[in-house]
C-alpha cells in the first residue's frame, strides 16, 4: 500500500541493571520515560521497549509472528501488539507474556489502542483490494464494533489524539498514490480533511499540545514536519535519509522517529521546534522502527 520500502534489526545496547532494594522489587523506570518501537530478532519483528534515551532497551515478544505496531496501556504496564496477521496481542511489559485479544473481525493491519485503554481503531477492507480500507473502532472486548468512514480508496493509520475525542487517519482518495491526513469523532461525525494536494502525508502522530507530526515528501525525500493549528508546516529535521513514524513526548515537547540515517533504520529524537536530531537507538541492520512513547498517565 505503499511506495516506500520497509526500514527494519538487532540490537547493539546493553541493559541498563536496577539497584537491589531490601524491602521489595525496585520499582521500574516511570513509563513515561520509556519508548516501544519494533526490532528483529530470531527472523521476526518483535516488540521492545526502552528508556527515552535508548538505555535499558530489551525484547518484550518471542512469539513466530511479524509484528507490525505497539501502542500502550494507559497504565504503561501493558502494551497492544498488533501482528502483520492482523492478530492482536496484549503484551506484559515486565514478563513479556503475550495473551490474545479476540475481536469480532480479523485481517486489520494498524490497530491502535484509545488513550483510556477501552477501544481500538483499526483498518480493514471486507473487499479483495488491498487499497480499499476503512476506518474501523470497536471496545476492547470486541463489543460495539463500528465502521466510521465509507469512500472510495484507502482509509488507514488510525491515531488518536491524546483526549481520545478525535482519531486522525490517511486518506488515499486517487490513482496519483497522494496521501492527506483526515480526523474524525469516534461516533462517525465531524469528518474533516486537514491537509490537500499531490504529496504524501504519512505515519500521522497527535501531541497534548494540538499539534500533529508526520512524514512528508514536501521537499522529494521523506522527511518529519510538525504543524500547529492553523500554522504552516515546519520542517523539523532536515536530511536526506527516509524520516517516518514520528511520536511525540508526553509534553509534546519531544518527538522521537525513525531514520535511515547512517544507512540502517534507528530511532532518532528532536525537539519539537528542530534542530540537529539525536540518536537514540544503534541496532545493526535490519534495524529499529515505529517508536512509540509512553503515555503521561502511566505509573511508576
Same mark, same amino acid.
Given at each position: 500500500?505503499? =511506495? *516506500?520500502?520497509?526500514?527494519?534489526?538487532?540490537?547493539?545496547?546493553?541493559?541498563?541493571?536496577?539497584? @537491589?532494594?531490601?524491602?521489595?522489587?525496585?520499582?521500574?523506570?516511570?513509563?513515561?520515560?520509556?519508548?516501544? #518501537?519494533?526490532?528483529?530478532?530470531?527472523?521476526?519483528?518483535?516488540?521492545?521497549?526502552? %528508556?527515552?534515551?535508548? =538505555?535499558?532497551?530489551?525484547?518484550?515478544? +518471542?512469539?513466530?509472528?511479524?509484528? @507490525?505496531?505497539?501502542?500502550?496501556?494507559?497504565?504503561?504496564?501493558? &502494551?497492544?501488539?498488533?501482528?502483520?496477521?492482523? /492478530?492482536?496481542?496484549?503484551?506484559?511489559?515486565?514478563?513479556?507474556?503475550? /495473551?490474545?485479544?479476540?475481536?469480532? /473481525?480479523?485481517?486489520? &493491519?494498524?490497530?491502535? &489502542?484509545?488513550?483510556?485503554?477501552?477501544?481500538?481503531?483499526?483498518?480493514?477492507?471486507?473487499?479483495?483490494?488491498?487499497?480499499? %480500507?476503512?476506518?474501523?473502532?470497536?471496545? &476492547?472486548?470486541?463489543?460495539?464494533? *463500528?465502521?466510521?468512514?465509507?469512500?472510495?480508496?484507502?482509509?488507514?493509520?488510525?491515531?488518536?489524539?491524546?483526549?481520545?475525542?478525535?482519531? $486522525?487517519?490517511?486518506? %488515499?482518495?486517487?490513482?496519483?498514490?497522494?496521501?492527506?491526513?483526515? !480526523?474524525?469523532?469516534?461516533?462517525?461525525?465531524?469528518?474533516?480533511?486537514?491537509?490537500?494536494?499531490?504529496?504524501?502525508?504519512?505515519?500521522?502522530?497527535?501531541?497534548?499540545?494540538?499539534?500533529?507530526? $508526520?512524514?512528508? %515528501?514536501? +521537499?522529494?525525500? #521523506?522527511?518529519?514536519?510538525?504543524?500547529?493549528?492553523?500554522?504552516?508546516?515546519?520542517?523539523?529535521?532536515?536530511?536526506? @535519509?527516509?524520516?517516518? $513514524?514520528?511520536?511525540?513526548?508526553?509534553?509534546?515537547?519531544?518527538?522521537?522517529?525513525?531514520?535511515?540515517?547512517?544507512?540502517?533504520?534507528?530511532?532518532? !529524537?528532536?525537539?519539537?521546534?528542530?534542530?540537529?536530531?539525536?540518536?537514540?537507538?544503534? #541496532?545493526?541492520?535490519?534495524?529499529? !522502527? +515505529?517508536?512509540?512513547?509512553?503515555? /503521561?498517565? @502511566?505509573?511508576?
Amino acid at each position: 500500500m505503499r =511506495s *516506500r520500502a520497509a526500514l527494519s534489526g538487532l540490537l547493539l545496547l546493553g541493559l541498563v541493571g536496577c539497584a @537491589a532494594s531490601t524491602s521489595r522489587t525496585p520499582a521500574a523506570p516511570h513509563a513515561a520515560q520509556r519508548i516501544a #518501537f519494533l526490532a528483529h530478532s530470531e527472523g521476526f519483528w518483535q516488540a521492545w521497549i526502552a %528508556n527515552a534515551d535508548g =538505555s535499558g532497551a530489551r525484547q518484550l515478544t +518471542r512469539s513466530p509472528t511479524e509484528k @507490525a505496531r505497539v501502542s500502550w496501556f494507559p497504565d504503561g504496564r501493558e &502494551l497492544l501488539v498488533d501482528t502483520q496477521e492482523g /492478530v492482536l496481542l496484549r503484551v506484559d511489559v515486565e514478563s513479556g507474556a503475550e /495473551v490474545s485479544v479476540p475481536l469480532p /473481525v480479523a485481517g486489520m &493491519l494498524d490497530a491502535v &489502542l484509545s488513550p483510556d485503554g477501552r477501544q481500538i481503531a483499526f483498518s480493514l477492507t471486507q473487499s479483495d483490494s488491498p487499497d480499499a %480500507n476503512e476506518v474501523w473502532v470497536c471496545d &476492547l472486548d470486541g463489543s460495539h464494533l *463500528r465502521q466510521l468512514t465509507n469512500r472510495a480508496g484507502l482509509q488507514h493509520e488510525p491515531a488518536w489524539d491524546p483526549s481520545g475525542a478525535r482519531i $486522525y487517519y490517511l486518506s %488515499n482518495l486517487g490513482p496519483s498514490g497522494s496521501h492527506d491526513i483526515w !480526523r474524525i469523532a469516534p461516533d462517525g461525525s465531524e469528518d474533516e480533511r486537514l491537509t490537500f494536494g499531490e504529496l504524501r502525508h504519512l505515519d500521522v502522530a497527535v501531541s497534548s499540545r494540538g499539534e500533529i507530526a $508526520y512524514s512528508g %515528501n514536501q +521537499r522529494g525525500s #521523506f522527511d518529519v514536519w510538525l504543524k500547529a493549528p492553523e500554522l504552516m508546516p515546519v520542517l523539523l529535521a532536515e536530511d536526506r @535519509a527516509l524520516d517516518a $513514524y514520528p511520536s511525540f513526548s508526553a509534553d509534546g515537547e519531544v518527538v522521537v522517529f525513525e531514520s535511515s540515517r547512517g544507512g540502517t533504520s534507528n530511532i532518532w !529524537r528532536v525537539g519539537r521546534s528542530g534542530g540537529q536530531a539525536e540518536p537514540v537507538t544503534r #541496532f545493526a541492520a535490519p534495524g529499529a !522502527r +515505529r517508536p512509540v512513547w509512553a503515555p /503521561v498517565e @502511566a505509573a511508576p
